[in-house]
């Protein structure tokens, strides 16, 4: 079946725009997460949503970011004000389940965000 | 809040060498541990996963990891790496963040490089 998927698969913006990534999960899957990944790291967590609540958003680094999933299945991360420091890959990942230590999560291809 | 270290950014392999990629965390409680690989231009995809049970677990691809509580390790080893294994290695935990859900917490990740 088909995988997460995440688009646009590049997004290049200046300086104070507003950026919006989309990302839809794997058919079924209730709990989806945010991730972003700058150059030399590794993923770090963002939001996790359980259905259409945000049930943790701990890593969001400030108020410029917000994330939405109304429905269930899609989810959106808005980026306002953005700025250089922004730019990072930013992943998504869904999972079968609410988030537990056991359940595997599947991600997406990202989407590469250059902010100049 | 937890963290993982890995040990290496680089390595680099001649194709039939052994494969040892180190892994330490850092968290007080359960944990669920995970070695994640990127491929050139793939997504992150599961390698293997510890969740309880026998410490040495079996992945894809021939791969292993051994988990030794002691130590907070999780070692990944391959007897035998080939040009295929070239790749990005991600060393994750997921453990109860306290703010209402698990988190995956990833290291830095170490590149793989395989010359045939």
């Known amino acids: 079946g088909a995988g997460v998927s995440q688009t646009p698969s590049n997004k290049v913006t200046e300086k104070g725009k507003y950026v919006e990534l989309r990302c839809d999960p794997i058919?079924?899957?209730?709990?989806l997460y945010w991730y972003r990944q700058s150059l030399g790291q590794g993923p770090e967590f963002l939001i996790y949503?359980?259905?259409?609540?945000?049930?943790?958003d701990s890593g969001l680094p400030n108020d410029r970011f917000f994330a939405v999933r109304p429905e269930g299945s899609v989810s959106t991360l808005k980026i306002q004000r953005t700025e250089r420091g922004d730019s990072a890959v930013y992943l998504c990942?869904?999972?079968?389940?609410?988030?537990?230590?056991?359940?595997?999560?599947?991600f997406g291809p990202g989407t590469r965000l250059t902010v100049l | 809040a937890q963290s993982v270290s890995q040990h290496n950014h680089h390595v680099i392999l001649s194709e039939a060498a052994s494969l040892e990629l180190g892994c330490n965390y850092s968290?007080?409680?359960?944990?669920?541990l995970f070695w994640y690989v990127q491929y050139p231009g793939q997504h992150l995809q599961l390698l293997l996963k510890?969740?309880?049970?026998?410490?040495l677990v079996k992945g894809i691809k021939g791969f292993e990891a051994e988990f030794i509580k002691s130590k907070f390790s999780f070692n990944l080893r391959k007897p035998s790496v080939q040009w295929s294994d070239t790749a990005e290695y991600f060393c994750?935990?997921?453990?109860?963040?306290?703010?209402?859900?698990?988190?995956?917490?990833f290291g830095k990740g170490t590149k793989l490089s395989v010359i045939p």
């Open positions: 058919s079924g899957h209730t709990a």
């Open positions: 994750a935990v997921n453990a109860y963040s306290g703010a209402g859900s698990y988190q995956l917490t």
């Open positions: 990942a869904s999972s079968l389940t609410r988030s537990g230590g056991e359940n595997e999560q599947f």
């Open positions: 968290y007080g409680g359960t944990v669920n």
């Open positions: 510890y969740f309880s049970g026998d410490p």
């Open positions: 949503f359980q259905g259409t609540g945000a049930a943790d």
